[in-house]
């Protein structure tokens, strides 16, 4: 790659709160997370950066396919938007990081948009 490219992963919010029923899923996207950081530090003295996406409960084919019908009608209402994202709401995200223009000093992140999701965990663990 040439120096001023973009490298984006993308990992998910479950990697940062997991979820008992995708441990499978939350291990991977953790994995991801790690890497992403890793990564950053090869070839950061060649003008490459390294960032990550991670959202939080978005409409996308894996809905539907792995949730039963009850969980697909509640998904997205356990955020503090109470709702699913669209694709749409995220692809800002890519589109940013992508851009030298407004990003050329952003590496080694992963941005969130996950509707505050982590926020729950947050308050959840607070005493």
């Known amino acids: 790659m040439k120096g001023g490219s973009s490298i984006i992963s993308t990992t998910s919010v479950t990697a940062y709160k997991g979820n008992p029923k995708l441990l499978d899923y939350a291990s991977t996207k953790g994995a991801v997370v790690a890497f992403t950081r890793d990564l950053v530090l090869q070839p950061v003295d060649r003008g490459l950066r390294v960032n990550g996406v991670a959202p939080g409960s978005i409409w996308a084919p894996l809905i539907p396919a792995s949730f039963s019908e009850e969980e697909v009608k509640n998904f997205g209402s356990q955020v503090p938007m109470k709702s699913a994202g669209q694709p749409i709401e ?22 969130h948009p996950n509707a505050m999701s982590l926020n729950i965990v947050n308050n959840m663990t607070k005493t």
């Not at 851009?99 to 952003?106: A, H, L």
């Open 90 to 111: 995220v692809a800002p995200s890519y589109v940013s990081l992508a851009s030298n223009s407004d990003s050329s000093y952003m590496t080694g992140q992963v941005l």
